[in-house]
């Protein structure tokens, strides 16, 4: 029983690794402005 709490754990950690992830990296584009398209339209104008 102790090995499937401990895999489903793994699995739970795992998971929120890849959300942390995800995260970082949207909030890294929020921080340049944007997506590349929406910084070269602000500075175009």
């Known amino acids: 029983m102790s090995g499937k709490i401990d ?8 998971h929120n690794k890849l959300a942390l992830s995800e ?3 949207r909030l890294a584009q929020v921080h340049k402005g944007g ?3 929406r910084i070269a339209d602000h500075v175009h104008r």
């Open 7 to 14: 895999l489903e754990a793994s699995k739970n950690e795992d």
């Open 35 to 37: 997506g590349e398209k």
């Open 23 to 25: 995260l970082h990296k």
